[in-house]
């Protein structure tokens, strides 16, 4: 399937991916029909038509698929009877079972092991007896995590003592986990690949990321020489990975650098905040070639244009120094619309340095 420009692309979720999805379609010529709960967001701005309804809403539902040529999406967690809806009536990319394996922790986890990846160990947890049973299997240190819905640190309980159990338990409210015993890495870094309808991929040169209280906080290219000795291997379980669910369009996958190879974290089947550099470091950005593989066009080059390259996320109040950002030849100043609050995602700024002949 080939959509030519000029026509819709529908995007559930109106927040800033959205908005960069929105940004890149337009510049190939392509209207963005945002879909979302909410009555605005940093999507709103950049977008051709805005639904706000419900994900149960079947009439909003319909209409949204008779305005639009594609959907995708810009979060993970759409509800399963929405997507059956939606699929029945317009092409979704990349399709439901992208959004079925990695919506849920241990599935995303099982699937990399029976690819033959590896993980850290892990148990399915669904009351306190089996996180006892868990924890005593795992061991401490180990970290506990909502299956679905956790993001940006949110959703996870560190555990060092069986006696944390109870409260790490009613923390998370009975919802459905998985324990995680932690792994001794060196660099967290991710796999950014882009694959089109054909099967072909597009990878982009692998970001060194580090995270402060759980939220993402600088990624950069290149990354240190233990990221790149793991790179490769990485880079071949996500071809894998993508392969294996027929993905179309972005998929990203998290890895930490460990002594004996790359160690799976988690996916997810979108573009994604440790791709943001791509803007201005790449040819061609992560949300370009998202927008070009689910209209069915060729990939573009992933070509890195500077020596180095780095962004670096705004959180909540770091927003207010735009005027020193700006300040800065270097700097690339993104904000995206979004009212100040402490922990919030407000922006980033990127930085080429020097730019490649």
Not at 112 to 135: H, K, W
Not at 154 to 175: F, I, P, T
Not at 226 to 235: F, P
Request: with cysteine; charged share 20%; aromatic share 6%.
């Amino acid at each position: 399937m080939t959509l030519p420009p000029g026509a819709t692309i529908g995007i559930l979720g109106g927040g800033q991916l959205g908005r960069m999805l929105a940004i890149a379609a337009a510049q190939l010529g392509y209207r963005s029909h945002v879909y979302a709960p909410e009555a605005s967001g940093p999507a709103t701005e950049v977008s051709a038509q805005w639904t706000q309804a419900a994900y149960d809403d079947p009439d909003a539902l319909n209409r949204f698929a008779e305005a639009v040529g594609v959907v995708t999406y810009e979060f993970e967690n759409v509800p399963p009877a929405a997507l059956d809806r939606l699929e029945a009536l317009v092409p979704i990319r990349p399709g439901k079972r992208s959004l079925e394996i990695s919506r849920v922790r241990e599935r995303e986890k099982d699937l990399v092991r029976q690819l033959a990846g590896r993980t850290a160990p892990f148990r399915a947890v669904r009351n306190l007896e089996q996180l006892r049973d868990a924890f005593a299997e795992i061991g401490a240190p180990s970290i506990l995590k909502t299956s679905s819905l956790g993001y940006d640190g949110k959703g996870q309980v560190r555990l060092r003592d069986a006696s944390e159990l109870d409260a790490a338990w009613e923390a998370v409210r009975g919802a459905p986990c998985v324990l995680e015993g932690f792994v001794s890495f060196e660099a967290e870094f991710s796999v950014l690949l882009c694959r089109g309808e054909s099967g072909e991929t597009a990878v982009w040169d692998t970001p060194e990321n580090v995270h402060t209280h759980g939220i993402l906080d600088t990624s950069t290219v290149p990354a240190r020489a233990l990221v790149l000795d793991q790179a490769t291997e990485a880079i071949v379980l996500a071809r894998t990975v993508a392969d294996a669910l027929d993905h179309i369009g972005l998929l990203t996958c998290e890895f930490f650098a460990c002594p004996d190879g790359p160690v799976f974290n988690e996916m997810a089947p979108r573009v994604h905040n440790s791709g943001h550099w791509t803007i201005e470091g790449a040819v061609t950005s992560q949300f370009e070639n998202h927008i070009r593989a689910v209209c069915g066009l060729p990939l573009g080059s992933t070509q890195r244009v500077g020596a180095h390259v780095e962004m670096k996320n705004l959180i909540g109040e770091d927003a207010n120094s735009w005027p020193e950002i700006l300040r800065d030849p270097a700097a690339k100043l993104h904000l995206y619309g979004k009212h100040v609050r402490p922990g919030r995602k407000m922006g980033h700024v990127t930085k080429v340095i020097p730019p490649l002949a």
